[in-house]
């Protein structure tokens, strides 16, 4: 779904300063250091949208970091003023690109990422530009810590047999496989658009990969 574009974008962004971050480039292994030396870990969301998953993890967790990236600022700065009116010390926003985490972190330096209702991507064409294609988990590889985690949800069945058989691909371990993560009752914090499908009945694709200590060496083709 396209964004609106949002009203006076730029003063909006300028008055969410305390918690963008211009250039994530330059923190490059130096994320904790310059933002919250104290953080027990750094946990990195990829495509925040609005910011409810963002913010309500980044609250309930204050002695984590939280980096959100997400390329369209008409949905950061949404996410911005949220963390900015719940007063989040924790939470960071760049206007970013997943490809190109490699130069924004340094190896092992998160231990954490969130991939919640990516954009499937549907046309077999258009497979690599999943964020769960095996090419993107190599790319997550490059930064994670050993042992590090990803963490995927999605509404999208095709997306998710996709996924289940990527992750081993890429070695990473499976673990929480769920088709229903909501079947007894609301599971942890929410994104507006889970919040949306859960009320409609639709259920929610889960999944943890744990990154192995090496990937396979050689990998069968994307599907």
Partial sequence: MRMRKKKN????????????????????????EELMPAAAELRLELGCGKGRFTAETAQQNPDI??????KVPDALVVAMERAMAMELKNVFF??????????????????????????????NRQAKRRLTHRGFLATYRQVLRPGGQIHFKTDNQ???????????????????????????????VMTDYEAKFYASGLPINRCVGTMAERAPEEAPPAP
């Avoid at 998160?110 to 046309?123: A, G, M, R, S």
């Avoid at 673990?175 to 909501?182: A, F, G, K, P, Q």
């Fill in 9 to 32: 974008l730029l003063p909006r962004m300028e008055r969410c300063a305390a918690c963008r971050v211009q250039d994530g480039f330059a923190l490059k292994g130096r994320w904790r």
């Fill in 158 to 188: 095709p997306l998710f047999q996709f996924s289940v058989l990527e992750f081993p691909a890429a070695g990473y371990q499976l673990s929480e496989v769920t088709r229903d993560l909501h079947a007894n009752g609301p599971q942890g």
């Fill in 94 to 123: 760049v206007v970013g690109d997943a490809a190109l985490l490699p130069d924004y972190f340094a190896p092992g330096e998160v231990d954490l990422i969130y991939i919640n209702f990516c954009d499937p991507w549907p046309h």
């Fill in 65 to 70: 970091l939280f980096i959100a990236i997400e």
